[in-house]
């Protein structure tokens, strides 16, 4: 047997470093404000929500369309296909999420159209190095978002499916944190030419981030006509402060020049999400 076949064969049996789990939440009688009873809150979060399906899948394709100069890295290679599953499955829980949760005349599949054409259009003008970028910039962002999810946020949420959905995508965010991240890496290296436009793809980042949740937010709320609920607004005001407070260094550790997603340590908390949602005995099934 040639020494190719060999290598062949071992890459075939060697599993990602993480699984990919399917999932089927089912969204039924779904409380109308399921965040903090509050209007501004559960729209912050549903307007969150709309981001994930066309932004999940413009991540599959941004890493898809470099995957083949990464093939000589097999581990990678692995890790890039369940991160593929991974945020497929996002995508169709969160969509599912939109479709059957809100029964409230609030359409939130519009704001997943509006964040299609954007993301199809950025597609279509950055080339496919900086395409990455923005995958592995908001995959930084959404690592640090979702370590404040498992610790606190989750508690405001009252309908458990719902809580469930948010924190089983927290748990997998931080699985594959470093996997976009390391790809580049590997195609661009980690001098200045690669980080010049790391940081600078990530502060375009976080302007449209933080432009698209708090537009969504006020569609939503106009649509709910709660537009002018002065004491949910500072409900949520508050909370903000309070949170972003925490988060604000996490973002900004992405423009040390020597970061890398692996910097931080969840374990200890996914440990204690996954038994809180049912997932400390699963039985996961792996990409292969």
């Known amino acids: ?6 290598k062949e064969k071992l890459k075939q049996k060697m599993p990602a470093s993480f699984p990919v789990r399917r999932m089927d939440y089912q969204f039924q009688e779904v409380p109308k404000y399921w965040c903090n009873n509050e209007p501004t809150f559960t729209h912050y979060f549903t307007g969150l929500s709309t981001l994930f399906p066309e932004g999940e899948s413009y991540f599959v394709r941004s890493v898809r ?3 083949e100069k990464i093939k ?3 581990q990678l290679d692995r890790d890039i296909g369940a991160f593929i599953g991974q945020e497929a499955m996002h ?3 969160h969509h599912a999420f939109h479709v059957s949760a809100q029964q409230y005349g609030l359409a939130p599949e519009s704001l997943e159209k509006a964040t299609g054409i954007i993301l199809k259009a950025i597609e279509k003008t950055f080339p496919k190095k900086w395409n990455l970028l923005v995958t592995v910039g908001l995959e930084h962002y959404t690592a640090v978002l979702v370590v404040e999810m498992m610790k606190n946020v989750n508690e405001l949420m009252t309908d458990t499916n719902i809580r469930n959905l948010w924190l089983w995508h927290s748990i997998e965010e931080t699985e594959h944190k470093a996997v976009a991240y390391d790809m580049y890496e590997s195609l661009y290296g980690k001098g200045l030419d690669a980080y010049i436009p790391r940081v600078a793809i990530f502060t375009f980042n ?3 981030i933080t432009l698209l949740s708090n537009v969504y ?4 709320m106009s649509r709910d006509k709660q537009l002018l609920n002065l004491k949910s607004w500072a409900k949520f005001a508050g909370f903000t ?4 407070r925490k988060l604000v260094p996490q973002f900004f550790s992405y423009y040390h020049f020597d970061f890398h997603p692996n910097d931080t340590d969840e374990s200890e908390i996914v440990t204690k999400t996954k038994i809180k949602i049912g997932l400390s005995t699963e039985q ?3 990409m292969h």
């Open 65 to 67: 369309a470099l995957r």
């Open 217 to 220: 937010q006020v569609v939503l």
């Open 284 to 286: 996961s099934t792996f």
């Open 206 to 208: 976080l302007v449209l």
């Open 91 to 93: 995508s169709k829980e």
């Open 241 to 244: 402060v309070h949170v972003y």
């Open 72 to 74: 000589n890295n097999p």
């Open 1 to 6: 047997m040639s020494m190719l076949v060999v």
